[in-house]
């Protein structure tokens, strides 16, 4: 047991809000994402040292920078909703019994996949178009810049992959509900 009781706590609470094993792989692997920050810092501080320094400024770290830091933005969605994080109305949902906290995580997990469904088809309409020209031959679309890279290509196949998930992740926190697990709803309210 840690000496630091707060910290005890943060894990237990962290843990008992992954309700599936999508929801723990997911939350697991976001620990390897975040290490795309300090890659970004690191080409950040290369990007100035080299500019500033030696006055040899590279074209690709802006553009790397941002395409990682994009990426863990996207990345995010899952992960919040894996770790139970999504925005609520707390005031609302923490002062109903455990019985309508499963109904409204219900009607929430309905609309969230209407939504995740809907999205979806404009990621996967946005991807295609990112990685494929008009006739059909596999090109992937770049940023127009010196060096051109393929992330404008790359990002939306990550939304379309991110949105995806989000919507198998919320069916299968709609699976859980409908199956009524009253006891793990009184241990989520109220946190």
């Given at each position: ?7 005890s ?19 697991g ?163």
């Amino acid at each position: 047991m840690p000496d630091n009781p707060d910290v005890s706590d943060l894990e237990d609470n962290g843990q008992a809000n992954l309700r599936t094993g999508l929801d723990r792989f997911i939350a697991g692997s976001a620990k390897l994402f975040a290490w795309a920050i300090f890659l970004a810092f690191a080409i950040s501080v290369y990007e100035v040292i080299a500019r500033y320094v030696f006055d040899s400024p590279t074209y690709w770290a802006h553009e790397s920078t941002t395409f990682l830091i994009a990426a863990i933005f996207l990345i995010g969605g899952p992960v919040a909703l894996a770790r139970d994080k999504h925005i609520r109305v707390r005031m609302i949902y923490d002062s109903v019994s455990p019985r309508v906290r499963r109904w409204l995580d219900i009607v929430n997990s309905l609309i969230a996949m209407i939504f995740f469904a809907g999205l979806g088809y404009a990621g996967a309409t946005m991807a295609w178009k990112a990685t494929h020209r008009p006739n059909g031959d596999i090109h992937l679309e770049g940023t127009g810049t010196a060096w051109n890279p393929p992330t404008p290509a790359l990002l939306k196949i990550i939304i379309l992959i991110c949105v995806c998930l989000m919507f198998v992740q919320t069916l299968m926190h709609l699976i859980k509900a409908i199956r009524g697990d009253d006891a793990a709803y009184s241990e989520r309210g109220g946190q």
